[in-house]
């Protein structure tokens, strides 16, 4: 009796074991640009809900230059809160910068020529992406 007992609490561990080491190998680490892309949106969804109308225009601008170099980055609510900045910012220069912005992350391709964003010049960033806006609707 006591070596049917033994054999069968042995068998439970070996079971238990290999499904804890299979399950192991079944987790995929993520990877860079799964981090970039989860940093990227905890960040700007909170810094573009700040009061602060220069944080907001720098992470407009940040958001546009991502999705232009990194199109297939999803960016989860960051377009529905870009939006609403469109709709119903006090600001009227935060209103039209949100509107570039929610039309680069539409259609990142079609921003590809606007590679150059520079974040240390954001006036001249802004006038290329709505230069590009201009010549999409044209």
Same mark, same amino acid.
């Given at each position: 009796?006591?070596?049917?007992?033994?054999?069968?609490? #042995?068998?439970?561990?070996? =079971?238990?074991? %290999?499904?804890?080491?299979? /399950?192991?190998?079944? !987790?995929?680490?993520?990877? *860079?640009?799964? !981090? &970039?892309?989860?940093?990227?949106?905890?960040? $700007?969804?909170?810094?573009?809900?700040?009061?602060?109308?220069?944080?907001?225009?720098?992470? =407009? =601008?940040?958001?546009?230059?991502?999705?232009?170099? &990194?199109?297939?980055?999803?960016?989860?609510?960051?377009?529905?809160? !870009?939006?609403? #900045?469109?709709?119903?910012?006090? /600001?009227? /220069? !935060?209103?039209?910068?949100?509107?570039?912005?929610?039309?680069? %992350?539409?259609?990142?391709? /079609?921003?590809?020529? $606007?590679?150059?964003?520079?974040? +240390?010049?954001? +006036?001249?960033?802004?006038?290329?992406?709505?230069? %590009?806006?201009?010549? *999409? =609707?044209?």
């Amino acid at each position: 009796m006591k070596t049917a007992y033994a054999l069968i609490v #042995l068998a439970g561990l070996m =079971l238990f074991t %290999c499904g804890t080491a299979m /399950s192991q190998t079944s !987790i995929v680490p993520p990877t *860079k640009q799964d !981090i &970039f892309a989860k940093r990227i949106r905890e960040n $700007c969804l909170v810094a573009l809900r700040t009061n602060n109308n220069g944080v907001v225009e720098a992470v =407009l =601008l940040l958001v546009m230059d991502v999705k232009i170099r &990194f199109p297939e980055v999803v960016l989860g609510d960051i377009p529905k809160v !870009i939006d609403s #900045l469109a709709a119903s910012s006090p /600001s009227v /220069s !935060i209103r039209y910068k949100a509107l570039l912005a929610a039309q680069v %992350c539409q259609s990142p391709e /079609s921003f590809a020529n $606007c590679k150059k964003i520079t974040l +240390e010049d954001r +006036e001249t960033s802004y006038r290329m992406i709505a230069a %590009c806006v201009e010549e *999409k =609707l044209l």
